[in-house]
């Protein structure tokens, strides 16, 4: 069974920090020839790309977090993490990763595709003002 377990989220004041976790298990190939997403959604809002990180470790930041997230993972832990900085109450949301043996091209980069992925159940983020 595969599981992607996220971690890592809470509640804090605007202009903390917080770094999730999402360990995966279970996979049918190798962790690192997975596509490893962040994605998040606000209450009445779409789903939003955040980041991106490939086996070898090139990455993808959505621009409105650029300068204040970073993505990177361990393929020896099967985890991905997102280092998040200067938290602003517009990153409230529940956040949640996928792996995905294909990738799919955005205008702000790449991100796992949906064909074939795993999604986890989430870690909530809340940004207080």
């Known amino acids: 069974e595969v599981k992607l377990v996220e971690s890592g989220g809470g509640v804090v004041q605007a202009g903390g920090s917080l770094k999730l976790s999402c360990a995966a298990s279970g996979l049918d190939l190798w962790f690192s020839n997975y596509y490893m997403s962040w994605f998040r959604q606000a209450p009445g809002k779409e789903r939003e790309r955040v980041a991106a990180?490939?086996?070898?470790?090139?990455?993808t930041i959505t621009r409105s977090v650029e300068d204040r997230f970073t993505v990177s993972r361990d393929n020896a832990k099967n985890t991905l993490y997102l280092q998040m900085n200067s938290l602003k109450p517009e990153d409230t949301a529940m956040y949640y990763c996928a792996a995905g043996p294909t990738w799919q091209l955005y205008p702000d980069g790449f991100y796992c595709g949906a064909n074939g992925a795993y999604w986890g159940q989430g870690t909530q983020v809340t940004v207080s003002s």
């Open positions: 990180a490939d086996g070898a470790g090139k990455t």
